[in-house]
């Protein structure tokens, strides 16, 4: 079984809502909601990944020391362990451009990101919104 660990980023705007962003067609789970991020490669940090991931999905520049740590998950997807942390920032460069095929964003209120329908493994970090 294929281990990941990915990194995920809950920007929060001025007005408490977080980013999501609908995942493209082409991947596991077409059209779900995710927070945006990805995969760390071989020697990055998880907080130098998130802000290259934030930049070539979403073209958004953020700083390492923006980012506090929020929460981290497992799960067992048919595909792979993926290994979730989850990361905060409310201060960002730039305006959102989707740059990877992704149909859509939106801010949501933190207490209904439970609401949307996103991969399995990420309704086990939410309750830090609850």
């Given at each position: 079984?294929?281990?990941?660990?990915?990194?995920?980023?809950?920007?929060?705007?001025?007005?408490?809502?977080?980013?999501?962003?609908?995942?493209?067609?082409?991947?596991?789970?077409?059209?779900?909601?995710?927070?945006?991020?990805?995969?760390?490669?071989?020697?990055?940090?998880?907080?130098?990944?998130?802000?290259?991931e934030i930049f070539e999905?979403?073209?958004?520049?953020?700083?390492?020391?923006?980012?506090t740590p929020l929460r981290?998950?497992?799960?067992?997807?048919?595909?792979?362990?993926v290994t979730i942390l989850?990361?905060?920032?409310?201060?960002?460069?730039?305006?959102?451009?989707?740059?990877?095929?992704?149909?859509?964003?939106?801010?949501?209120?933190?207490?209904?990101?439970?609401?949307?329908?996103?991969?399995?493994?990420?309704?086990?970090?939410?309750?830090?919104?609850?």
């Amino acid at each position: 079984m294929k281990h990941l660990t990915v990194v995920a980023l809950a920007l929060e705007n001025d007005g408490g809502e977080i980013l999501i962003v609908q995942r493209p067609e082409t991947t596991y789970y077409p059209f779900y909601w995710e927070f945006p991020g990805g995969k760390i490669e071989p020697n990055e940090t998880p907080e130098q990944a998130l802000c290259r991931e934030i930049f070539e999905e979403i073209d958004l520049i953020i700083n390492v020391g923006d980012l506090t740590p929020l929460r981290f998950a497992t799960h067992l997807y048919p595909h792979a362990h993926v290994t979730i942390l989850l990361f905060s920032c409310k201060k960002w460069t730039g305006e959102i451009k989707l740059k990877e095929g992704q149909p859509g964003y939106q801010w949501v209120k933190a207490n209904k990101i439970k609401d949307l329908k996103m991969p399995e493994g990420n309704y086990k970090i939410l309750d830090v919104f609850c």
